[in-house]
């Protein structure tokens, strides 16, 4: 059983765990959809995000590593949805978001 939060929230004052409850909490809400390309997240992005490229050396090692991530606005902090990794890098790589 996952948290209740009142969404958005500011990413920044989040733990982990309630990073994870706040991610499964958009996952429900956006029913299982990628807030970026709308797609499933419990499968790949598109082949027109598979193909985007781009420079992986800008990004942490294990970036990929969890397939969902919680996308938030890098200049407030306040959390905008649950997207696939691949999604998340590039709304950042290419949308600066």
């Given at each position: 059983m996952i948290g209740y939060y009142k969404l958005p929230v500011n990413y920044r004052k989040l733990t982990d765990k309630e990073r994870r409850e706040?991610?499964?909490?958009?996952?429900?809400?956006?029913?299982?959809a990628c807030y970026y390309c709308r797609s499933p997240l419990d499968q790949k992005p598109p082949g027109r995000i598979e193909m985007m490229k781009i420079d992986w050396s800008l990004f942490p090692p294990g970036f990929l590593k969890a397939p969902v991530h919680l996308h938030h606005d890098h200049n407030t902090g306040m959390t905008l949805g649950a997207v696939h990794s691949r999604c998340n890098a590039v709304l950042w790589f290419y949308h600066g978001e």
């Open positions: 706040v991610r499964l909490q958009y996952v429900d809400e956006q029913k299982g």
